[in-house]
């Protein structure tokens, strides 16, 4: 009879398929030409608005106005500039835009973050119905609640200051659904009982657990908050006025009055409200791309 030895080392040696595997699956991806060829074409087509508003600005309004319009750079740049930065206001201007965006970006998160977190975890009755309705709230029109919206500022004697375009943009359904969604699949029910074993209230359970698992959700969401409050039009021009307290959108309205609008002039303001969104992005731009890639790879 013949008898069998088995090597206990054999099966912790790696198979000779293994290491291949692990290269491929190490190496770096690299794109042929015609993915490089999309890339320039979907950037160039990105840049080009804002190239052509700056070119826009540094020409005058005859020349815009003829044909074929200009496509480089002339020499009237600093001086629609400094024209649309006294005409519009642009310095409280921008500062009201940053406090209205910084504010409401903030509160959204915030209260968008907690009512995610309860609807994704929390157990109470009517749950479903609940977010059913704040889903509900995203179909209706903001048309619709202009008036009463209105008539409700104008009660609290709000017309006219920042208080009144910044209270009813604190919390969004989207962004409640948003949250609730990311919370669902990012936060493990388990951490939140252990915290609870470990005789955490609710409140510690929110700053030490619920907020450091949603901060890449949280970066994304502010970033998307902040540049919809800043570029918004239809309630701030309603709410405020240009001589009082205007956000950017509204002072930039005031440069296109008059029998012949001044378009360089127009295109001057537009760029000067546009620069902080693009600086504030190249500043943190590697942390909100950062928070973006940590809440899509796991483990």
Partial sequence: MTTTTTDPTAAARPTTNAKPARVRAGRQLHGGRIAHAVLIVFTVGSLFPLVWTAIAASRNNTRLAQ?????????????????????????????????????????????????????????????????????????VPPQLSVVPLYML????????????????????????????????????????????????????????????????????????????????????????????SPTVQVALTGLGRGFIPDQSVIMAGALLGTLPLLLAFVIFGKQIVGGIMQGAVKG
């Avoid at 609730?180 to 700053?207: C, F, H, K, M, N």
């Fill in 67 to 139: 044909t074929p319009p200009p496509f480089w750079f002339g020499g009237n740049l600093f001086k629609n500039l400094e024209i649309a930065w006294t005409d519009a206001n642009m310095g409280t201007a921008l500062l009201n835009t940053t406090v209205v965006a910084g504010s409401v970006a903030a509160g959204t998160v915030v209260f968008s973050t907690l009512a995610g977190f309860a609807f994704a975890k929390l157990r109470f009755r009517f749950k479903n119905l609940l977010m059913v309705l704040v889903i509900g709230t995203m179909m």
């Fill in 153 to 244: 500022i104008a009660e609290l004697s709000w017309t006219d200051q920042l208080q009144s375009v910044i209270l009813p943009m604190l919390v969004s359904a989207f962004g409640v659904f948003f949250m609730r969604q990311y919370l669902s699949e990012a936060l493990p029910t388990e951490l939140i009982e252990a915290a609870r074993v470990d005789g955490a209230s609710s409140w510690r359970v929110v700053w030490h657990v619920v907020f450091p698992a949603a901060r890449p959700a949280m970066a994304v969401l502010g970033m998307l908050t902040f540049v919809m409050a800043w570029n918004d039009f239809f309630w701030p021009i309603i709410a405020l006025t240009q001589n009082g």
